[in-house]
């Protein structure tokens, strides 16, 4: 006893402390090396003229403006639109739920830009629309702001669906089966069930807000100035890390605000009801007809519709085909894997850290999580470059650096995700694993993770999904050669025809899809499994 | 997730971890495995469009034996590219040589230090003036910046023969030019300001946005507009407008200011890297990259490119070098003005 009781603690430390130091090592000090960078002139001089421009002129407010209100309204339309599906999900019964879970979630795996392209061939001003109704309807608004917000709240809605499905399979169905009978069942989803996962749809909007705000391609492509532009052109057109990491401090600054914004409004809120998640209430039961329509009716408008742009775009079968690669492929999910298993793990243990924190820090550590998710990939790039790039370390040039790459980019989020599922576990559970001589290992494996492994899995698919898409730090650091699908995929776009483009795009989509659709069809449904764990 | 589906995804993993995992032991430019001695590789970071410099280095593999690691670009407005790549790695060169398909990336970077100096035998009957004097870059097929219109809309005697045709308010609202902020785009534009001088330049472009220029994300795009009738007309590159041509697409290109300035010239140029691993080998390769035989190459593929060198058959569609007339350029002096002149044309063009 005496000699488990000498490791209890330092386990917890040892743990903790390790996913501390490798956050710090691969997320935070990319970030704070290009910080340092900025702090440069490009004379060689330390100053700050590089933040002489920042915030002054009507251009830059404008720029930040629409950033923002492109960040806040696709984040409002992806929760409004994935938030009551994900408790659809969560609290119905209704046929082939595997498959149309995959069919909702196929637009987070098309890439953003390649979104905005299957939409101006739907709505542009010769695109379907167009051929349809014999006249432009459509274009003035796809090349707009709104055109842009719709298109990322459409791309970014599976998260808000994946991360609110998750969080209402940890509510006690017996809270909403008591309050049913006496409250109808409008009122017990908004009164009940909706403000215990509140905090995690809020997780997910801010997420979503966080990858509108540093999205450039859409924008970009639907012709709306925004702030990305800037830190872009830095790089591009002026090749200056300094100044286009100075750039990028609005960003940071919009995504601290919101963040600060989100912790206000939800705070500490107390999620948790009782010990086992049990069976769901049946919020939806007699509806499984409506609820089958408005799952088709979502998924043949955000999905369907453009992958089929897309595939009329292609035109043939035989372009999609040429257009794989084997090995960019094999290459893409197999380090995507990797990486998002790695993501996971990491995350796991922080999110745990960040929830069981009982310091004032815990709201700053969210606002750190938050600011890194938002660097732009471009100085995450550069900022790895800048680090791994040493003679005789042996790790920059091979794929290892890819994976790196995700890992910087992405354990913040899965991390903020995961936090918000461990909070919903309450904390008497390990307290009783405590008082019966478990150590905290034992206890974080056999009690905190099954608690929350539908949060694991939908962590780990939103970490593939995002790791599979990601260019602009995996472009800088990838090894020579056929290295991943968006890099083979963005290499062989620039000169090609839209056809092409068309059949590039749905090649990676299919690929992207195929091992969501396997996990998919091998993962049993939860609730028999989740009231065992109780 | 249950312990079944666990184990699945644990065998699954273990599949892609058995599995020949080539891209770990190949990097050559088709990706296939490759000899494994430093001293017969060769890496090689390629800003021309893939589609068209990897059947040339694949020739170069063939033709050597010697296995090239090749890391290709992606079109400027979809990442920040090669040349932020070579200056972040410029304290631990990776690359062996760089080539680029115009000249402000390579400028840049022979600005920063990051280029060496390699006169290569190779560029023999190359014009002097598609070559650095101090040997940190030299010119070879290049692509011309031309105007493409579409020949439903845009008849006979109304075929654009000026880039100030576009100012023209009869095309209002129907023309269209790559963001000038990036790639061959922004060395034309500044290299028209290098040749008009600001005023003009900044006049020019202010008539452009009064006619309703629409800015595109890149040149193949504005191809696209042009093609599909959402424009008539636009700025772009030779090889874009080709991809359009061999698709029997109704579009056809005009070289603009044939009795003017001129129509601008973009060579591709290849450079030694400074502090290059290999520097052997590149020198090699660049030695090859300039030969008549690459020239012909690219002439004869779908990059259309034009041999600067005399005697070597150029490309289908396009006019031979010595047929019109070029802009008279100093790459140097255009490369340059490229910062300066992308922050006169931000309030302009409201970019």
Same mark, same amino acid.
């Given at each position: 006893?005496?000699?488990?009781?000498?490791?209890?603690? =330092?386990?917890?430390?040892?743990?903790?402390?390790?996913?501390?130091?490798?956050?710090?090592?691969?997320?935070?000090?990319?970030?704070?090396?290009?910080?340092?960078?900025?702090?440069?002139?490009?004379?060689?001089?330390?100053?700050?003229?590089?933040?002489?421009?920042?915030?002054?002129?009507?251009?830059?407010?404008?720029?930040?403006?629409?950033?923002?209100?492109?960040?806040?309204?696709?984040?409002?339309?992806?929760?409004?639109?994935?938030?009551?599906?994900?408790?659809?999900?969560?609290?119905?019964?209704?046929?082939?739920?595997?498959?149309?879970?995959?069919?909702?979630?196929?637009?987070?795996?098309?890439?953003?830009?390649?979104?905005?392209?299957?939409?101006?061939?739907?709505?542009?001003?010769?695109?379907?629309?167009?051929?349809?109704?014999?006249?432009?309807?459509?274009?003035?608004?796809?090349?707009?702001?709104?055109?842009?917000?719709?298109?990322?709240?459409?791309?970014?809605? =599976?998260?808000?669906?994946?991360?609110?499905?998750?969080?209402?399979?940890?509510?006690?169905?017996?809270?909403?089966?008591?309050?049913?009978?006496?409250?109808?069942?409008?009122?017990?989803?908004?009164?009940?069930?909706?403000?215990?996962?509140?905090?995690?749809?809020?997780?997910?909007?801010?997420?979503?807000?966080?990858?509108?705000?540093?999205?450039?391609?859409?924008?970009?492509?639907?012709?709306?100035?925004?702030?990305?532009?800037?830190?872009?052109?830095?790089?591009?057109?002026?090749?200056?890390?300094?100044?286009?990491?100075?750039?990028?401090?609005?960003?940071?600054?919009?995504?601290?605000?919101?963040?600060?914004?989100?912790?206000?409004?939800?705070?500490?809120?107390?999620?948790?009801?009782?010990?086992?998640?049990?069976?769901?209430? =049946?919020?939806?039961?007699?509806?499984?007809?409506?609820?089958?329509?408005?799952?088709?009716?979502?998924?043949?408008?955000?999905?369907?519709?453009?992958?089929?742009?897309?595939?009329?775009?292609?035109?043939?079968?035989?372009?999609?085909?040429?257009?794989?690669?084997?090995?960019?492929?094999?290459?893409?999910?197999?380090?995507?894997?990797?990486?998002?298993?790695?993501?996971?793990?990491?995350?796991?243990?922080?999110?745990?850290?960040?929830?069981?924190?009982?310091?004032?820090?815990?709201?700053?550590?969210?606002?750190?999580?938050?600011?890194?998710?938002?660097?732009?990939?471009?100085?995450?790039?550069?900022?790895?470059?800048?680090?791994w790039n040493?003679?005789?370390w042996g790790i920059y040039g091979g794929q290892a650096m890819?994976?790196?790459?995700?890992?910087?980019?992405?354990?913040?989020?899965?991390?903020?995700?995961?936090?918000?599922?461990?909070?919903?576990? =309450?904390?008497?559970?390990?307290?009783?694993?405590?008082?019966?001589?478990?150590?905290?290992?034992?206890?974080?494996?056999?009690?905190?993770?099954?608690?929350?492994?539908?949060?694991?899995?939908?962590?780990?698919?939103?970490?593939?999904?995002?790791?599979?898409?990601?260019?602009?730090?995996?472009?800088?650091v990838a090894p020579p050669?056929?290295?991943?699908?968006?890099?083979?995929?963005?290499?062989?776009?620039?000169?090609?025809?839209?056809?092409?483009?068309?059949?590039?795009?749905?090649?990676?989509?299919?690929?992207?899809?195929?091992?969501?659709?396997?996990?998919?069809?091998?993962?049993?449904?939860?609730?028999?499994?989740?009231?065992?764990?109780? | 997730?249950?312990?079944?589906?666990?184990?699945?995804?644990?065998?699954?993993?273990?599949?892609?971890?058995?599995?020949?995992?080539?891209?770990?032991?190949?990097r050559?430019?088709?990706?296939?495995?490759?000899?494994?001695?430093?001293?017969?590789?060769?890496t090689?970071?390629?800003?021309?469009?893939?589609?068209?410099?990897?059947?040339?280095?694949?020739?170069?593999?063939?033709?050597?034996?010697?296995?090239?690691n090749?890391?290709?670009?992606?079109?400027?407005?979809?990442?920040?590219?090669?040349?932020?790549?070579?200056?972040?790695e410029?304290?631990n060169?990776q690359?062996?040589?760089?080539?680029?398909?115009?000249?402000?990336?390579?400028?840049?970077?022979?600005?920063?230090?990051?280029?060496?100096?390699?006169?290569?035998?190779?560029?023999?009957?190359?014009?002097?003036?598609?070559?650095?004097?101090?040997?940190?870059?030299?010119?070879?097929?290049?692509?011309?910046?031309?105007?493409?219109?579409?020949?439903?809309?845009?008849?006979?005697?109304?075929?654009?023969?000026?880039?100030?045709?576009?100012?023209?308010?009869?095309?209002?609202?129907?023309?269209?030019?790559?963001?000038?902020?990036?790639?061959?785009?922004?060395?034309?534009?500044?290299?028209?300001?290098?040749?008009?001088?600001?005023?003009?330049?900044?006049?020019?472009?202010?008539?452009?946005?009064?006619?309703?220029?629409?800015?595109?994300?890149?040149?193949?795009?504005?191809?696209?507009?042009?093609?599909?009738?959402?424009?008539?007309?636009?700025?772009?590159?030779?090889?874009?407008?080709?991809?359009?041509?061999?698709?029997?697409?109704?579009?056809?290109?005009?070289?603009?200011?044939?009795?003017?300035?001129?129509?601008?010239?973009?060579?591709?140029?290849?450079?030694?890297?400074?502090?290059?691993p290999?520097?052997?080998?590149?020198?090699?390769?660049?030695?090859?990259?300039?030969?008549?035989?690459?020239?012909?190459?690219?002439?004869?593929?779908?990059?259309?490119?034009?041999?600067?060198?005399?005697?070597?058959?150029?490309?289908?569609?396009?006019?031979?070098?010595?047929?019109?007339?070029?802009?008279?350029?100093?790459?140097?002096?255009?490369?340059?003005?490229?910062?300066?002149?992308?922050?006169?044309?931000?309030?302009?063009?409201?970019?």
């Amino acid at each position: 006893m005496k000699w488990r009781g000498m490791f209890r603690a =330092p386990a917890r430390t040892v743990a903790l402390g390790s996913a501390v130091a490798l956050f710090a090592l691969l997320c935070a000090l990319p970030i704070v090396w290009m910080l340092g960078v900025s702090f440069v002139g490009s004379d060689g001089r330390v100053g700050l003229g590089n933040y002489a421009r920042l915030f002054v002129g009507p251009r830059e407010r404008q720029l930040m403006l629409n950033s923002a209100l492109l960040g806040a309204g696709a984040s409002l339309l992806a929760t409004l639109i994935g938030a009551p599906l994900g408790l659809l999900f969560a609290r119905s019964d209704f046929p082939l739920k595997r498959l149309l879970r995959i069919g909702l979630v196929a637009p987070l795996v098309i890439p953003p830009y390649i979104l905005g392209l299957a939409w101006i061939y739907i709505g542009g001003p010769v695109g379907l629309m167009a051929q349809l109704f014999g006249h432009d309807l459509l274009s003035e608004w796809t090349y707009s702001l709104g055109g842009a917000v719709v298109t990322l709240g459409v791309g970014f809605y =599976p998260l808000a669906m994946l991360a609110t499905e998750a969080a209402a399979r940890r509510v006690d169905g017996r809270l909403e089966e008591a309050a049913l009978l006496v409250a109808p069942r409008r009122r017990v989803l908004w009164r009940i069930t909706f403000p215990l996962v509140a905090p995690v749809v809020a997780a997910a909007a801010l997420v979503v807000f966080v990858l509108a705000i540093s999205e450039f391609g859409v924008p970009g492509l639907l012709r709306v100035n925004v702030f990305t532009t800037e830190v872009f052109i830095a790089f591009s057109a002026l090749y200056d890390f300094g100044a286009a990491t100075a750039m990028a401090i609005p960003l940071l600054a919009t995504a601290l605000i919101a963040g600060a914004a989100a912790q206000y409004v939800i705070g500490e809120r107390l999620l948790v009801t009782r010990r086992g998640a049990g069976a769901g209430a =049946p919020l939806f039961a007699g509806r499984k007809t409506i609820a089958v329509v408005v799952v088709l009716f979502v998924i043949a408008l955000c999905a369907l519709a453009p992958i089929l742009a897309l595939a009329r775009e292609a035109g043939h079968i035989r372009r999609v085909a040429a257009a794989a690669s084997g090995t960019a492929i094999k290459n893409s999910l197999w380090l995507s894997a990797v990486g998002a298993t790695t993501i996971t793990i990491l995350g796991a243990l922080l999110g745990y850290g960040r929830a069981r924190a009982r310091t004032r820090l815990r709201g700053l550590a969210d606002l750190v999580m938050i600011v890194i998710f938002a660097a732009p990939s471009t100085v995450v790039g550069v900022g790895l470059i800048s680090l791994w790039n040493r003679p005789g370390w042996g790790i920059y040039g091979g794929q290892a650096m890819v994976v790196i790459a995700y890992l910087a980019r992405f354990i913040p989020v899965v991390a903020l995700i995961l936090a918000a599922s461990v909070r919903q576990v =309450p904390i008497s559970f390990e307290e009783a694993a405590e008082l019966s001589g478990a150590g905290w290992l034992r206890s974080f494996i056999r009690i905190v993770l099954p608690q929350i492994k539908t949060g694991i899995a939908a962590a780990w698919i939103v970490a593939f999904i995002l790791a599979f898409g990601e260019l602009g730090a995996t472009i800088l650091v990838a090894p020579p050669g056929e290295s991943t699908l968006p890099i083979r995929t963005y290499t062989l776009i620039a000169n090609a025809p839209s056809a092409e483009v068309a059949a590039l795009a749905v090649t990676q989509v299919c690929v992207g899809l195929a091992p969501l659709a396997l996990l998919g069809l091998f993962a049993g449904e939860k609730t028999k499994e989740a009231a065992s764990d109780a | 997730m249950n312990s079944k589906v666990f184990t699945r995804i644990c065998a699954l993993l273990a599949i892609g971890l058995m599995t020949d995992f080539s891209a770990c032991g190949g990097r050559g430019a088709t990706g296939g495995a490759g000899p494994d001695s430093k001293t017969d590789e060769v890496t090689i970071y390629v800003s021309t469009d893939r589609v068209f410099s990897e059947p040339i280095l694949r020739a170069y593999e063939q033709k050597t034996g010697v296995k090239v690691n090749a890391v290709y670009d992606t079109e400027e407005t979809k990442s920040t590219g090669l040349a932020n790549r070579l200056l972040a790695e410029k304290n631990n060169p990776q690359a062996d040589v760089f080539w680029s398909n115009e000249p402000v990336r390579t400028l840049v970077l022979k600005s920063r230090g990051a280029l060496a100096p390699y006169k290569s035998p190779g560029a023999d009957g190359i014009p002097p003036a598609f070559k650095d004097p101090e040997g940190y870059w030299t010119g070879f097929s290049a692509r011309i910046r031309v105007i493409v219109y579409n020949t439903n809309l845009v008849k006979g005697a109304d075929a654009p023969k000026s880039i100030y045709d576009l100012a023209d308010p009869k095309w209002k609202g129907q023309i269209a030019i790559a963001d000038p902020r990036f790639g061959s785009t922004s060395f034309h534009v500044a290299a028209l300001y290098a040749e008009l001088g600001d005023e003009k330049a900044d006049e020019f472009f202010r008539k452009l946005k009064a006619n309703g220029v629409k800015i595109a994300p890149g040149n193949s795009v504005v191809r696209d507009l042009v093609m599909k009738g959402e424009v008539k007309m636009g700025l772009t590159d030779t090889d874009d407008v080709n991809v359009a041509l061999e698709d029997k697409q109704p579009v056809a290109m005009a070289l603009p200011d044939r009795d003017g300035m001129g129509a601008p010239l973009m060579p591709n140029m290849v450079s030694l890297v400074a502090g290059a691993p290999r520097a052997g080998a590149g020198k090699k390769l660049i030695d090859y990259l300039l030969s008549p035989e690459v020239e012909r190459d690219l002439a004869k593929s779908d990059a259309v490119q034009i041999p600067l060198r005399g005697g070597v058959e150029g490309p289908k569609n396009i006019p031979p070098i010595n047929s019109f007339k070029p802009m008279t350029l100093d790459y140097g002096r255009a490369a340059g003005r490229v910062e300066d002149v992308v922050k006169r044309l931000q309030p302009i063009l409201d970019l």
